[in-house]
């Protein structure tokens, strides 16, 4: 089984929506992030969290709120879906110790109508 | 403010070919340097990191990468492609100092590996 899953792989939804984008992992890492991918801007932060209690702001955050349920669960919601939100988006772990090396899920490809 | 600068978004090239594919970074203090590769319709898996030491870095595949500090570069290298090497190539640093574990992605390079 894959260490770091996301749900849905795929989602098409209409603008003014909103939606909720999920990411679970079993590395018993603490630290989550949430990035997105546009076509030749790479990866971009939009959050990150250090643990259940301690969530940061990323470069681009506007537009977006996450929530940390439990160490293992971070989700990203799009409280009012734009088409310029439209890409893909990737959860990734790492751990306090893993000198920076972080673990990415599949990703989320969003398209916002 | 740290930055990541690849400076080729798309680099084709034969198989059984060299390859090399460019990365500078910018930043004030020691840097953790990463490939990450990113295979079609997949999620972005960790190609080789320096993080201190050596300055040459290899991957299981036979890519290696040197960190050049003089120059803030991070190159990728192969000697000889092949056609599974087909994929899009991100580079990321990390400043350790900050404690963050954030890292800041260039802008990806596409290689093409053709017949």
């Known amino acids: 089984d894959a260490d770091v899953t996301q749900t849905p792989r795929n989602r098409i939804t209409k603008t003014g929506k909103r939606i909720m984008l999920e990411c679970s992992q079993t590395?018993?890492?603490?630290?989550m992030y949430w990035y997105r991918q546009d076509p030749g801007l790479g990866l971009r932060l939009i959050y990150y969290?250090?643990?259940?209690?301690?969530?940061n702001k990323g470069e681009i955050s506007d537009g977006y709120s996450v929530s940390r349920q439990a160490q293992a669960k971070f989700s990203l919601s799009l409280e009012s879906a734009i088409p310029n939100q439209t890409a893909l988006y990737f959860c990734?772990?790492?751990?306090?110790?893993?000198?920076?090396?972080?673990?990415f899920g599949p990703g989320t490809r969003l398209t916002v109508l | 403010a740290q930055s990541v600068t690849q400076l080729d978004s798309q680099v084709p090239v034969f198989e059984e070919a060299p390859v090399e594919l460019r990365c500078n970074y910018s930043?004030?203090?020691?840097?953790?340097l990463f490939w990450y590769v990113q295979y079609p319709n997949q999620g972005l898996q960790l190609l080789l990191k320096?993080?201190?030491?050596?300055?040459l870095v290899e991957s299981i595949n036979g890519f290696e990468a040197e960190f050049n500090k003089s120059q803030t570069s991070f190159h990728l290298r192969k000697p000889s492609v092949h056609i599974s090497d087909t994929a899009e190539y991100f580079c990321?640093?990390?400043?350790?100092?900050?404690?963050?574990?954030?890292?800041?992605f260039g802008q990806g390079t596409t290689l093409q590996v053709k017949p």
């Open positions: 990734a772990t790492s751990d306090r110790a893993s000198t920076d090396t972080q673990y």
């Open positions: 590395k018993g890492h603490d630290r």
């Open positions: 969290s250090f643990d259940v209690k301690d969530i």
């Open positions: 930043s004030s203090v020691s840097v953790y």
């Open positions: 320096y993080l201190s030491g050596s300055t």
């Open positions: 990321a640093v990390s400043e350790p100092s900050s404690n963050t574990g954030k890292l800041i």
